[in-house]
């Protein structure tokens, strides 16, 4: 199973890098190979050559009390710190994050199989700038985390150095 920890802006606009990054956590024992974001319009249809940045990362463990909700499985974080939208603005969209385990077992060749999903809430796409959200306290805490831990990529607010 994989938990979207920090969703993206609830607005974006076209061609920025979106901020909060999106982050993603899954049981660290749940072996996926990768994880992959893509683009859906308000259809559920996905969209290809739209959605730019880091779009698949595999992920890595993080055993800190502090990085945790109420489980006492340590997770695995999987972090999408450069995701753009070049989408038509005026719009709703939202991102599907797939687990991915690869099989190698298939007669046809090696086959990626999405073993869990999750859906991010919806961004609106402006054709102008727009404010950069805060993210809540335990967004904010776990971007902390994760940004002071180990090199996960986590970017700091625009407005921050």
Do not use: W
Request: with cysteine.
């Amino acid at each position: 199973m994989i938990n979207i920890e920090v969703q993206p802006p609830t607005q974006t606009q076209a061609g920025t890098v979106m901020y909060p990054p999106v982050v993603v956590s899954s049981d660290n024992d749940a072996a996926y190979d990768f994880v992959q974001v893509t683009l859906l319009d308000v259809y559920g249809r996905v969209l290809e050559d739209q959605l730019f940045g880091t779009l698949s990362t595999s992920p890595q463990g993080l055993n800190d009390r502090s990085a945790r909700r109420s489980t006492s499985a340590p997770l695995a974080y999987s972090v999408f710190p450069d995701l753009v939208l070049s989408c038509f603005p005026g719009y709703y969209y939202t991102l599907r994050v797939n687990a991915i385990k690869m099989d190698y077992s298939s007669p046809d060749g090696p086959v990626a199989v999405i073993v869990a999903s999750a859906t991010t809430r919806e961004i609106y796409v402006h054709e102008q700038s727009v404010a950069t959200e805060i993210p809540s306290n335990e967004e904010r805490t776990l971007l902390s985390t994760l940004r002071h831990h180990r090199d996960f990529g986590v970017p700091r607010a625009p407005n921050q150095r």
